[in-house]
């Protein structure tokens, strides 16, 4: 049997609809663009949004996915990803193995620091430019 | 004579080195790009590092900068590009105004909006969900 895996998008957040907007509507067409039926894909919300990280991760586990890849939408690596994000899913497994379920979670690379991404960026920064 | 322009690349900032030392990356990358020996690219913070927009666009002025692009480095636009950053440039100009200086400060769309970078995020987020 393969594992349950999902994937949760990861965005900073903001109290403000129409910096969120963009987000789900990237969450639509990742889902729609999905061939695998099984795959999964949530959003998430870093600080003062919802549903936050914590409130995503234990849906998934209850839902039985045994594995979880987090993609930070961030163009890079600054304390929330290096510190708070990672403490915050350390206490949730923590919290889950307490409740005897077990699963895996795994913080991925910013997306802006991905080469396709960065490159896309430079790009469109020269054409601007112009 | 061409109206003489320059571009600032607008990031949010951060206290933490580690997040802006991609953008310093991509401010190189553009500026070794740049084919017009005349383009000027820039990059500023809003806040939580230096050098700040004001800084940047106050210093461009000096220099006989008649134009000033403002293109932010941002996945969306919220409360700061709908409403703080304007209210900040609408006062600069008018501080620079009262100092017989004519500039016109053009914000455009966040980047992260562009098809081309939305394409990309939503490349590289479905070959990690792969």
């Known amino acids: 049997m393969t594992l349950k895996t999902a994937s949760i998008l990861l965005a900073h957040g903001s109290s403000d ?3 969120l907007a963009p987000f789900d509507q990237l969450l639509q067409r990742i889902r729609s663009s999905l061939t695998d039926p099984q795959a999964r ?3 998430a919300y870093m600080e003062l949004a919802e549903p936050s990280l ?3 991760v234990k849906r998934l586990a209850s839902e039985g996915y045994k594995r979880i890849d987090v993609l930070p939408l961030f163009f890079a690596a600054g304390r929330h990803l290096r510190k708070d994000v990672p403490a ?4 949730l497994q923590q919290q889950l193995q307490q ?3 077990e699963i895996s979670i795994h913080l ?3 997306i802006g620091l991905e080469p396709e991404v960065a ?4 790009q469109v920064v020269l054409r601007q430019m112009q």
């Open 41 to 43: 894909a949530e959003l």
């Open 99 to 101: 409740q005897d379920i």
């Open 54 to 56: 914590q409130t995503q």
């Open 108 to 110: 991925h690379t910013p």
């Open 17 to 19: 609809p129409h910096w």
């Open 119 to 122: 490159d896309a960026i430079s």
């Open 88 to 91: 915050m899913l350390d206490e």
